[in-house]
């Protein structure tokens, strides 16, 4: 069975874009959510979605978004990037919310 | 604020000798705890987890103890291997069922 993949793994952008970033869960999972890792923060949970509804949010501004599809995959939109938005962005799925979380291999984001 | 930490962010252990990694969590409500794993250039992934009603679990090679009166997590290798070089992360979920996450000790075994 394949496991999470995120796509693009790298991107470069410049401050002020936007990003959108993308997650396919493992298959027959319905539940995803995202995280946001750096150096000086951790790992810090941005949202997760369950039947393309968002289920949970963490402290992020209201410059991240998400949205999740029909078919499990999940998107993540980061508008008016900022330096610090620099992170490595995982995504996690599992077969339902509160199940074991399997992670991607992320997407490193550099903002510049 | 309440928060998962990490005693140490860094640990140095033989070969073959078996690690304790240690982590500190503040809110007592907190029902459900993980410890991960993440190895350079990967996501994190999940070594064993523990509910509240338990003071320790077992997995492969792998122990976690929880101490509700202390509110302390520890996760233990036994016979620690080249492979188990990673960085490791303690993570409680409140009641809100969000992960926290601790900020992660990084593992080197020595060989």
């Known amino acids: 069975k394949a496991g999470v993949t995120q796509t693009p793994r790298y991107l470069i952008k410049t401050r002020g874009q936007q990003v959108t970033l993308s997650c396919s869960p493992i298959s027959g999972h319905r539940s995803v959510s995202w995280y946001q890792q750096t150096p000086g923060q951790g790992l810090q949970f941005l949202f997760e979605y369950f039947s393309e509804t968002q289920r949970n949010k963490g402290n992020f501004p209201g410059r991240f978004s998400g949205r999740q599809f029909s078919n499990s995959r999940s998107e993540m939109n980061v508008s008016t990037l900022e330096l610090g938005d620099s992170a490595l962005y995982l995504c996690?799925?599992?077969?339902?919310?509160?199940?074991?979380?399997?992670f991607g291999p992320g997407t490193r984001l550099t903002v510049t | 604020g309440e928060s998962v930490g990490l005693h140490l962010p860094t640990l140095s252990v033989q070969e073959g000798d078996n690690s304790i990694i240690n982590c500190a969590y503040s809110n007592s409500a907190s029902d459900y705890f993980i410890w991960y794993k993440q190895e350079s250039g990967k996501g994190p992934q999940f070594i064993i987890d523990i509910r509240s009603n338990m003071d320790k679990r077992q997995g492969q090679r792998v122990t976690v103890l929880l101490n509700k009166t202390v509110k302390h997590l520890s996760l233990q290798i036994a016979a620690t291997q080249p492979g188990d070089s990673a960085v490791y992360f303690c993570?409680?979920?409140?009641?809100?069922?969000?992960?926290?996450f601790g900020a992660g000790t990084t593992v080197t075994v020595r060989a």
């Open positions: 993570a409680e979920e409140g009641l809100d069922y969000k992960l926290s």
């Open positions: 996690a799925s599992s077969l339902a919310v509160m199940d074991e979380q399997y």
